[in-house]
């Protein structure tokens, strides 16, 4: 009877010690990626679409991935205020990534940034072009601030030029970056980025040209969100714009076709798809998708501007 007894409080000892564990760990938080240009290169054209800009939502953490045109305003649609973001990261520092950078930081600023520091990272040059947007607004923030009793923006971003490798961690998340190759710029000046959080992985590649490395790097993610060229379709909007076939040489060099991104999918073996930075942003969705089902058996999202994805 003895024994029977100890065996029950050693029992019962268990399950309370589990129970308060379980009510001391924190609750998971909601995933979300959040869409806000999809479109790739600079020019803007008469479509639904503006240039590249994502936002990732942990709980109440905000991430911004790239801020090309229009980002501040696609933000404040989606019901991100811009004072409560928390990170900004730049794949790279071609046009249609970053155009809105400057005046996302001034925005923030203007509706309320005062509490908490923005920590923005980048390939080299993120700092230096930080400290040339501040010259650029430097009228404007000393009167605002003498007028309006502002804090110092500029006290309130801090710039990091990034190498490849975990560049941020916390309890939260582990942000990690990868040196893809996009010709023009020398090796290193553009990155992929993975966010691994609750146990979920989220991979954007950024851009780049085929680069199986990727594979590895977004290994097992649930989202890897791509770019994507369509070669056939790149000659006539090349010709559009001028300087054809230079053009058209350059954009399908630079990226990913559909069909290679397809297969880095596949051999991330990735849970879900999801194609942003498209080029040319008219392609129909049914042409992106089953361009990238011929490689890749899992699901494929073709993204839309304030498309918000959960991650499950």
Partial sequence: MMKKSVAMLAVCMLVQSHL????????PQAINIVLLGTKGGPS?????????????????????????????????????PLRNINTILLTHLHSDHILDYPSLLMNAWASGLKDHTIQVYGP??????????????????????????????????????????????????????????????????????RFDTQGKRIVFSGDTSWFPPLATFAQGADILVHEAVHVPSVAKLANSIGNGKTLAEAIASHHTTIEDVGKIAREAHVK????????????????????????????????????????P
Avoid at 127 to 152: N, Y
């Fill in 44 to 80: 803007l054209l008469n479509t639904a679409r503006l240039p590249q800009a994502t936002a990732l939502t942990i709980g109440d953490k905000i991430w911004l991935i790239d801020a090309g045109y229009g980002a501040s305003l696609q933000l404040v649609k989606n019901g991100i």
């Fill in 124 to 193: 080299p040059g993120t700092q230096a072009m930080t400290k040339a947007s501040w010259k650029v607004f430097d009228r404007d923030i000393t009167l605002r601030m003498e007028e309006e009793g502002k804090p110092d923006p500029r006290n309130l971003v801090k710039a990091t030029d990034i190498g490849q490798g975990v560049i941020y961690k916390d309890e939260l998340v582990t942000i990690s970056a990868l040196k893809v190759p996009h010709s023009p710029f020398p090796d290193g000046e553009a990155f992929a980025y």
């Fill in 272 to 311: 879900k798809l999801v194609l942003s930075h498209l080029v040319p942003a008219t392609v129909a969705d049914d042409v992106w998708q089953q361009e990238a089902m011929k490689n890749y058996p899992g699901p494929v999202i073709v993204g839309h501007d304030n498309m918000t994805i959960s991650v």
């Fill in 20 to 27: 308060a564990l379980a009510a001391g760990a924190p609750a």
